[in-house]
């Protein structure tokens, strides 16, 4: 079974504060993503890799940065956390060819106070 | 407008009811329809897909796509307590560009 983890599943950090979220998988895909996921608006990609150290920005990358310096880790970085990035943040990754196919982590339920 | 409509439910069925659930979009070019299904307090897992157009049947669940009224559907036949969830479609047509709906909440009740 493909299996993701994030590294946590509850987090409460203060306005200013550096936030790093990290995913990992373990079937040697590809591709790997970052959403955040509101009621009423879905899920919203933030940023997504299709290789080590190669990101591209998804549809709400401002005020987050993401780092991928080995195939199976993916880091979500809040430069400077805001009241207004208290939301899920749900991880996945998928095979190169299959973005359609994506597996998804349990989600990180982030509060910033 | 929303690349993607979804009504938000919830949707309340007793068990063994057929369930119909249903999403909308506006780009013509979408070719991948997905359908994930999300427990509560878990991350999405893939149901099904499809590519291009048509229907595809899996167990007690069939996906339809709609092309010309821009209309996907996910039924469940012989609804169990264990379905009750929030069913996300997603719709897109390359590597990056998946659009979500904000998901439908179902309770299928014992």
């Known amino acids: 079974d493909v299996k993701v983890t994030q590294s946590s599943r509850y987090l409460v950090k203060r306005t200013g504060e550096k936030v790093f979220l990290e995913c990992v998988q373990d079937m040697d895909h590809e591709n790997m993503f970052w959403y955040r996921q509101d009621p009423g608006l879905g899920l919203r990609l933030i940023y997504f890799s299709y290789d080590v150290k190669m990101k591209e920005k998804g549809d709400i990358p401002e005020g987050y940065s993401v780092s991928r310096e080995k195939k199976e880790r993916f880091s979500l970085i809040l430069e400077s956390a805001s009241t207004n990035q208290t939301s899920m943040y749900l991880c996945?990754?998928?095979?190169?060819?299959?973005?359609?196919?994506?597996?998804f982590g349990p989600g990180t339920r982030l509060t910033v106070l | 407008q929303k690349e993607v409509e979804q009504d938000p439910g919830p949707l309340s069925v007793p068990e063994g009811a057929i369930v119909s659930l249903n999403c909308t979009y506006s780009n013509s070019a979408f070719q991948y329809f997905m359908w994930y299904r999300q427990y509560s307090r878990k991350g999405p897992e893939l149901l099904m897909y499809?590519?291009?157009?048509g229907n595809k049947e899996d167990g007690r669940f069939t996906a339809q796509v709609d092309k010309s009224s821009k209309y996907i559907s996910l039924f469940i036949r012989d609804s169990q307590p264990s379905d009750s969830a929030t069913y996300l479609c997603a719709i897109g047509y390359n590597f990056n560009k998946f659009y979500f709906g904000s998901g439908t909440k179902l309770n299928v009740k014992p």
């Open positions: 499809t590519y291009s157009s």
């Open positions: 996945a990754s998928s095979f190169g060819g299959r973005a359609h196919e994506q597996f």
